[in-house]
Nanobody, 125 residues
Framework: QVQLVESGGGLVQAGGSLRLSCAAS????????MGWFRQAPGKEREFVAG????????YYAHFVVGRFTISRDNAKNTMYLQMNSLKPEDTAVYYC??????????????????WGQGTQVTVSS
């Protein structure tokens, strides 16, 4: 199984930007579809964005369309989430995850077998 480590979280003012990274090791990164999820206190983990193994297929949750961009660099075994125009409601722990399933739209957490430890994103108003 692939091991995943997120980085890049932090505290930012509303309207600001952050770039999250997810570094993979121990598996064939380029063979996995990848996703970003987030979980706010007291809420369920929710899908944010997904990307196919090639990077050619992308899906976004409606609440991040136009603001977040998911990408990957298979040569560096790394996935990214560029987050712009951040809002206080984006505050959550962000997780990256890997699956051998195809990205076909909004995905559920049980679809993903490997998870990182999460990185905190806090957006102040």
């Amino acid at each position: 199984q692939v091991q995943l480590v997120e980085s890049g979280g932090g505290l930012v003012q509303a309207g600001g930007s952050l770039r999250l990274s997810c570094a993979a090791s121990g598996g064939m990164f380029s063979s996995y579809s990848m996703g970003w999820f987030r979980q706010a206190p007291g809420k369920e983990r929710e899908f944010v964005a997904g990307i196919s193994w090639s990077g050619g297929t992308l899906y976004y949750a409606h609440f991040v369309v136009g603001r977040f961009t998911i990408s990957r660099d298979n040569a560096k075994n790394t996935m990214y989430l560029q987050m712009n125009s951040l809002k206080p409601e984006d505050t959550a722990v962000y997780y990256c995850a890997a699956t051998d399933r195809k990205i076909t739209g909004t995905m559920a957490a049980p679809d993903f077998a490997s998870w990182g430890q999460g990185t905190q994103v806090t957006v102040s108003s």
